[in-house]
């Protein structure tokens, strides 16, 4: 009878561990799949913010990519009796019973490097005009894109020597953020919409302006638009482009940064220790009277990188570089979403676009 007991426990025992083995595969997906994707975002936050403050300084940026994330897990169930006969003649017999367990996780993890044709062409290659529309017909402030994203737009420039290292002069883009200024107030009042077609004739993106009615404030906002761009006053429709050799009154020419020249631009606003400025560390910008000036004013404040010698507390991210923290604090909307638009422009210009301009609608009221 005992031995009949002992039989049917191990037998149980053994049915348990296989119904366990059969549902660990699922239980591993919540754990592992949030663990991983937590530990990627806050990865790249880190190189991203790292790659920031190494520009400022003049070192060499690195990317490195996830290219792959393997998870194998093993979980070996052993269950067995253990029959033993008395050999004293005595007839004796025993059921014992044998359990074990074995678990293992081993993850593969994959490195790639940016370089060589990779990364002219995520870093390199100019921000095109239809990336630009496609992310603020997505939402993204048109100011933010412009300043970030844009050198120059007919000629108006958005300080271009500060898409590499730091000159030793703070330029002057005042003309250039005044444009993007007015074309953020239209959008907040609801005039600008952005939409991506094809333009089969000349495949160019389109721009579609008009004189709204019944709004002086918008018309004359539209008014100087066009004053200062050079744009024909009598023309609804204007042709953007990358490039012309002779610009016309019904052209716009949008010139846009490279993904490195954009991370130059905001590496200006990382803001390093005195001591490290003293001994050279990094270049101090000066305005043309002599007078050391902030990067603030010519960036429009789209993101902001202080230091410290201790740990910051409440940071979005932060990363440690010659012996001082580098952060964004959480709290800083502003500087999150700036540097929540730079991931996006390194995915955005890993895919890549084509077949597809771009038309912008200003709705013109009757």
């Known amino acids: 009878m005992l031995a009949r007991i002992a039989l049917v426990a191990a037998l149980l025992g053994e049915l348990l561990l296989v119904a366990c083995a059969t549902r660990m595969g699922p239980r591993t997906i919540p754990a592992a799949r949030f663990g991983y994707n937590e530990r ?9 913010l790292l790659n920031l403050v190494r520009l400022r300084y003049r070192d060499t940026p690195v990317f490195l990519d996830v290219g792959t994330v393997i998870a194998q897990y093993t979980l070996d169930a ?14 004796r017999t025993e059921l014992g019973v044998d359990l074990g367990a074995r678990y293992s996780e081993q993850p593969t993890i994959t490195y790639e490097p940016i370089s060589g044709a990779e990364f002219t062409r995520r870093l390199l290659t100019p921000i095109s005009p239809q990336t630009i529309i496609l992310l603020s017909q997505s939402g993204w402030s048109v100011e933010r894109l412009l300043m970030c994203c844009v050198d120059s737009i007919n000629g108006i420039a958005n300080a271009p020597v500060a898409s590499g290292p730091t000159p030793s002069l703070i330029p002057d883009n005042s003309r250039f953020r005044g444009v993007a200024q007015a074309l953020r107030s239209l959008q907040l009042a ?11 004739a000349s495949g160019n993106a389109l721009l579609r302006v008009g004189q709204p009615a019944g709004d002086d404030n918008r018309s004359e906002v539209l008014r100087e638009l066009r004053d200062t761009l050079g744009l024909d006053p009598d023309t609804e429709v204007f042709r953007i482009t990358a490039r012309s050799a002779v610009r016309g009154r019904d052209e716009i020419i949008l010139t846009g940064r ?9 590496s200006h606003s990382v803001d390093p220790p005195a001591e490290h400025e003293a001994r050279g560390l990094v270049t101090v910008a000066e305005q043309a009277g002599g007078n050391a000036a902030s990067w603030d004013e010519v960036s429009g404040g789209l993101i902001r990188v202080p230091s410290s010698t201790a740990e910051p507390s409440g940071a979005f991210v932060r990363i440690r570089y010659r ?38 609608s200003v709705p013109v009221g009757n």
């Open 323 to 360: 012996d001082h923290w580098f952060f964004i604090n959480d709290a800083d909307l502003n500087s999150k979403a700036t540097f929540s638009l730079l991931t996006y422009l390194l995915s955005l210009q890993s895919a890549g676009h084509q077949g597809m301009s771009a038309l912008l």
């Open 40 to 48: 990627i975002a806050r990865s790249q936050n880190d190189q991203l």
């Open 258 to 266: 490279s993904v490195l020249g954009a991370l130059f631009f905001l």
């Open 78 to 91: 052993r269950v067995g009796t253990l029959p033993r006969f008395g050999a004293d003649g005595s007839g």
């Open 190 to 200: 609801g005039s600008l919409e952005f939409v991506l077609e094809q333009d089969d």
